[in-house]
């Protein structure tokens, strides 16, 4: 079983809402990752976390704020975002981030509409 | 600066013909390489992964890795219509994480 479960699979909101994007895993995999991507372009890396620790956060403005509350469950706070923040939301869990040999599986994701 | 080359198409292929998806990296150290699979608004399914050089096979699927070329590719065979997607390549060195190439587009004529 490689399944990545995200929540919910579709949000409209408008630039004053906070909401919360949700992920869960239960591969026991240690690394987790969040992903923006938007149309005819690659996933572009936001968050990783590794061991329940952030470990990487590739220059991602403050309205987004990523949470680990266990090693299966990620989280993504989203608060004053913007239209251009309208994107599909992936997440993605691997093993361990630090392996050669390190496949990481992606959720179904969360499109963004942002108004 | 990591950099995943793809052309990204589209492709075009016949139903039934061979479809070749190629990909170039520019990081020597790359040490392990996936294709993952993306269907229009849905999110990327991992296909292959490739790890030394020479062929990697599943099915139709077929991998193909030359490192000192810095080249890997993905072939599928007796391609379908449903096979009609964004391949994206990804590479990821050593301890950091995955670089995407852009993808390249294919479609499966019936």
């Known amino acids: 079983d490689t399944e990545v479960t995200q929540t919910p699979k579709h949000l409209v909101m408008g630039m004053t809402n906070k909401k919360s994007l949700k992920c869960e895993q239960h591969?026991?995999?240690?690394?987790m990752y969040w992903y923006k991507q938007k149309a005819k372009k690659p996933p572009e890396l936001m968050f990783v976390?590794?061991?329940?620790?952030?470990?990487i956060n590739e220059s991602v403005p403050s309205r987004f704020s990523p949470e680990c509350p266990n090693s299966s469950l990620l989280n993504l706070h989203l608060h004053a975002l913007q239209p251009e923040d309208s994107a599909l939301y992936l997440c993605?869990?691997?093993?361990?981030?630090?392996?050669?040999?390190?496949?990481?599986?992606f959720g179904a994701g969360t499109r963004l509409s942002v108004l | 600066q990591k950099e995943v080359e793809q052309n990204s198409g589209p492709l075009s292929v016949p139903e039934g013909a061979i479809a070749s998806l190629n990909c170039t990296y520019s990081d020597r150290v790359s040490q392990s390489f996936f294709w993952y699979r993306q269907y229009s608004g849905k999110s990327p399914e991992l296909i292959m992964s490739i790890y030394s050089n020479g062929d990697k096979e599943d099915g139709r699927f077929t991998a193909q890795l030359n490192k000192a070329s810095q080249y890997v590719s993905l072939l599928i065979r007796d391609s379908q219509p449903s096979d009609s997607a964004t391949y994206l390549c990804?590479?990821?060195?050593?301890?950091?994480?995955?670089?995407f190439g852009k993808g390249t587009m294919l479609l499966v004529s019936p």
């Open positions: 976390y590794s061991y329940e620790k952030l470990s």
């Open positions: 990804a590479v990821k060195a050593g301890y950091s994480t995955l670089t």
């Open positions: 591969m026991g995999h240690r690394a």
């Open positions: 993605a869990s691997s093993q361990d981030k630090e392996l050669a040999k390190n496949i990481q599986y």
